[in-house]
């Protein structure tokens, strides 16, 4: 039995392995059911060459058909999720109060998205320019693992990649509890 569905959106070249791998299986052992959505059909490759089946395209996702939407981070997901498709399906999710989120490098999309507009967050700054994007968005950086603002939650690095997983867990959790 599936506690819901929860969907994961990975860039068709280069997501992180880790980043999508650990908090899909703490996800999945809690009874939730991960669909993978990404730009592009077939199989998504990781930056360590190891791929993933992809099961939907995400322009046509809709955020009414999960209970939480997680973009993953590697060094494709700028590339290939930075851009008005992503935007939109993290406004439709948020507007509908799913529960979002990012890890890694990929809480830019979400800043770029006006979602974590007043919002802390936290992410990737190896290139030292999160916190530009971040003033740029009026996101109230936090340097720390994991960051919980509501229902969206924000991981900073593959090494964040355990805590960001029990955190989805705990906000879908409490969530369900609120209706």
């Not at 948020?94 to 802390?120: E, F, M, P, Y």
Request: net charge negative.
């Amino acid at each position: 039995m599936s506690n819901g569905k929860i969907l994961f959106v990975v860039a068709h070249e280069g997501y992180h392995p880790i980043e999508y791998g650990v908090p899909k299986k703490i996800l999945e052992d809690a009874g939730y059911t991960i669909v993978t959505a990404s730009d592009k059909e077939g199989a998504a490759t990781a930056s360590d060459g190891t791929s993933t089946t992809v099961d939907l395209l995400i322009h046509k996702a809709q955020a009414s058909n999960y209970d939480g939407i997680f973009f993953i981070g590697g060094p494709g997901a700028l590339a290939h999720l930075d851009n008005e498709t992503s935007y939109a399906l993290i406004k439709s999710a948020d507007h509908a109060k799913k529960v979002i989120g990012a890890i890694c490098i990929s809480t830019r999309i979400l800043a770029k998205s006006n979602t974590l507009k007043g919002k802390q967050a936290t992410g990737w700054n190896g290139d030292n320019e999160l916190a530009f994007v971040y003033q740029e968005h009026d996101v109230r950086y936090v340097n720390q693992s994991v960051a919980v603002d509501e229902t969206i939650i924000t991981a900073a690095n593959p090494d964040s990649a355990q805590e960001f997983g029990e955190q989805i867990l705990t906000v879908l959790q409490t969530k369900k509890g609120w209706g």
